[in-house]
């Protein structure tokens, strides 16, 4: 790494974005005497803003002011999305400054060509902060579980989602309810996709599964549904049946080195930690020989929190600047190889469906049928209520069987005059 | 660090203690190509072990033989006790060797004098696997988390404990009917009294709160309660209060910087993820900034959990043998200063309280009164049950107290002919 040592022994550092993270990073340096923040960039140099001890003269509308100033050595990106920060990163890493960024959409979609270009230059590139805001989890993996073959993470890593979920289930309201709520109290925001639609967590998991698996994971082959069909209906019935339902980002490796990555609604056991993170709090259990099973939880977005990871990976940029001129394990991003992906219509999961039969004579022998003739055995199927006319609402739940199988089987149940409501993965 | 590289290029590992984390280890570190394990010291060089590649010619009855051999680089010492491991540490320092730890108990009474030396000697003394098994906790307090203040710290530490505890609570069953069962099952030993009485989450939380707050806590000034008075009936009414009793280590740094740290069983809330923290898994939870809370869980012990974090800090220092001749934030050990303790009776709780009243007829009145005089404010008060006998079974909770106000009322109460059955802290 460099070896130069600034004029006042300060480490110097620029910052891209002073939003909400940006207030929370700069008002976190200010307490450690060895490190300078020396230029910002914003969108608006006009705008007020609530830092009281901000130096103005530092500010500048252009932010190639700060990829470009020769005396900065350490750039933190957090103006999200992909352009300008791209270029932006690799125009500071062609001068030679490492980088710390919290942009999850850029890592997901070009995560590889950024850490290889940062390898050619001898730079590094960290991220603690894309992938669940305060909660340690990328450094970990890299230092202290370094030992470990991982090969399942289960994670809530949305906070929007994880928040709508929660007050569906405390209240016994609607998806449209919560998220008007939600909207008003700025949780989720006016065009709520990204979160809703699980876009947010796939680009986490995607950056998350290739760190742990050692496996280059790319963001198309990860299969993705969102929480907009999830009934409150649902919830009572998962509830009933022991279970919370979640947006889970999940990650598995098989026995021949194939990868599942995928984000979905899915049925969690009330005996299992993701079942209790609530509200806007993140969680991410990993499992790995020899560790076993850890679980990590805690903030996954505000302003204090993701500074707390921005800063710890500039703290650890520069504990090492000038000391050495190789890159510690720690600071590695690079990966071995892609992955080789299962699609999802040939994973095994376990399914809570429910169906309103339109006429609840024999159809839990119709069900039943399909369902054998699928190859799909039942661990459970309950006839919730039947009202006057002559429908029925039923819960099934299955054991282990194949995406494709269940897919079919689904066809031929609404073929036979049934509206399935609702199709859920269940943790296995 | 060390500059000499081995002529086969390999690091050279000494391990003392070959039991259920050592054979860990050494099954671990077979898949790491840059690592070899040169010697192994044990108690009984004769006893079978299931280590099916073991190279029986590496292992020694003398481990004197292990830190003074001039090859090994870094010793792993699983022994635990004070003696001969502190000796034999310390030998291996002076010698030129890295240490690797998971001496809870050496660490809690000897970690600064043995942190001190090892800096005098410019070795690194880590020590992942001696606090919360598999749960990676030091290596991210000292490395992402480090641009945090830590003010908090409430954790499960004993596996033992939290077993019989979680048993208590899903049988209904008595302290001892569990602690025979769990000894029957080997996660209770024969002589219970280390992990019953707290010994063992004492050590752990000395040594972990001390890194935290960067302030050295001496193991006799850690007040400590063990779970043998913890009654079914306290398990029942904590529940219908909606509370788990877990037994929790903390540690609270207040404004002035002074430090209160225990173990003792307390009331956690059902919302907190602590209270869904069952058998023998651990947790760690920490409140700073700008991190705000994060919950860290997973298995406390056993022989591959534990293995891993010892294998986690041997990469740690594998990565830098060579390289620099400088200690990395993480590498460094030592302390700043003594903390200032608070005396555990200026100390402010929430109390429950379960007291047997011979009398039922003005109990609640006499309690009540006691109570006001001594500046005590009721959170509720229940008369659980009364019997034919004219004896009252009266639950309390209280708002904050001083402890030292509500001793002085326990004996109070206890004068007026009742009996106090309980005195348990709720998590605050």
Redesign the interface.
């Known amino acids: 790494m460099d070896k130069n040592i600034n004029k006042n022994g300060k480490i110097k550092i620029g910052l891209i974005g002073l939003g909400t993270v940006g207030s929370?990073v700069y008002?976190?340096l200010e307490s450690?005497k060895n490190i300078e923040v020396v230029k910002i960039a914003v969108r608006n140099v006009n705008k007020k803003r609530n830092i009281p001890n901000l130096d103005e003269s530092i500010i500048t509308g252009d932010p190639y002011e700060v990829v470009n100033d020769p005396e900065i050595q350490i750039v933190v990106e957090l103006i999200g999305g992909l352009n300008p920060a791209f270029d932006l990163i690799k125009t500071a890493i062609k001068n030679g400054k490492h980088i710390v960024t919290a942009n999850k959409e850029l890592l997901a979609k070009h995560g590889e060509e950024l850490f290889t270009f940062a390898e050619e230059h001898n730079k590094v590139v960290l991220y603690?902060a894309a992938i669940a805001g305060?909660?340690?989890i990328?450094?970990?993996i890299k230092?202290?579980?370094?030992?470990?073959k991982i090969t399942r993470i289960e994670a809530i890593l949305n906070g929007t989602t994880n928040y709508i979920l929660t007050k569906m289930d405390m209240q016994g309201a609607s998806y449209e309810q919560v998220l008007n709520e939600a909207q008003a109290l700025g949780y989720a925001e006016a065009d709520p996709t990204g979160d809703v639609e699980g876009f947010d967590a796939a680009y986490k998991i995607t950056t998350l599964a290739t760190l742990a698996f050692r496996k280059r994971i790319k963001i198309e082959d990860v299969y993705r549904e969102g929480i907009t069909k999830v009934r409150s209906e649902d919830m009572q019935a998962a509830n009933d049946l022991g279970y919370k339902i979640k947006l889970i980002a999940s990650a598995y490796l098989d026995e021949q080195g194939r990868a599942d990555v995928r984000v979905h609604p899915m049925l969690v056991s009330k005996?299992s930690?993701l079942a209790?993170?609530d509200y806007v709090t993140n969680a991410v259990s990993l499992t790995?020989?020899?560790?076993?099973?850890?679980?990590?939880?805690?903030?996954g977005a505000?302003?204090?929190?993701t500074?707390?990871?921005v800063?710890?990976?500039?703290?650890?940029i520069a504990?090492?600047l000038g000391?050495?001129d190789?890159l510690?394990?720690?600071m590695r991003c690079k990966h071995e190889s892609d992955a080789e992906m299962i699609d999802i219509l040939d994973t095994e999961n376990k399914y809570y469906i429910s169906i309103n039969a339109q006429n609840n004579k024999g159809v839990i022998g119709t069900i039943g049928t399909i369902c054998a003739q699928n190859d799909i055995s039942l661990a459970s199927i309950v006839q919730r209520c039947v009202s006057d006319d002559n429908t029925a609402d039923i819960t099934v739940i299955t054991e282990l069987v194949k995406e494709k199988n269940m897919r079919n089987a689904i066809k031929l149940i609404e073929q036979d005059g049934n509206k399935v409501n609702s199709l859920i993965r269940v943790q296995v």
Chains 1, 2 share one sequence.
């Open positions: 929370g008002k976190t450690f603690e305060g909660i340690p990328i450094m970990p230092t202290i579980l370094a030992g470990n005996k930690t209790h993170i790995g020989h020899p560790v076993g099973s850890v679980t990590l939880s805690g903030p505000g302003e204090f929190p500074a707390s990871s800063v710890g990976d500039i703290l650890a504990a090492e000391t050495t190789y510690l394990p720690m």
